[in-house]
């Protein structure tokens, strides 16, 4: 989108919802960072639980939350200023192998996050 236009619009049930650049967008209606994690589903649930504990309590310190999960794989939504992405990496490389994490990835809210998000507003 930001090659084709330097303004962007956003639609939502009719109505015209908010209008703006990608990067003031990302700021006024993006959550911060996701953190991507695949872990070994073949643990179960006593896996699963160990993944959740080290990255929300040792990785996040309490700051993120999971808003997504399914078999072996979770995403972790974290505002922008609560973590800080170096110390998400140093922990993250520290901990991983024996928290049973075979890989991760950690990025910036997308416009596609931006999108969802406003029409999840609409709705409401």
Known sequence: AD???NRIGIVAEGRLRCVGKQEELKRRFGGGYSLHLNWRKEGGEAERLKVRKFVEEEVL???GKCVEEFEGCGVWGVGRGEVSVAEVFRKMEEGRRSSGILDW???QTSLEDVFLNIVKRGEA
């Open 3 to 5: 090659v084709l236009c």
């Open 61 to 63: 310190e309490g700051k």
């Open 105 to 107: 990835g950690i990025n």
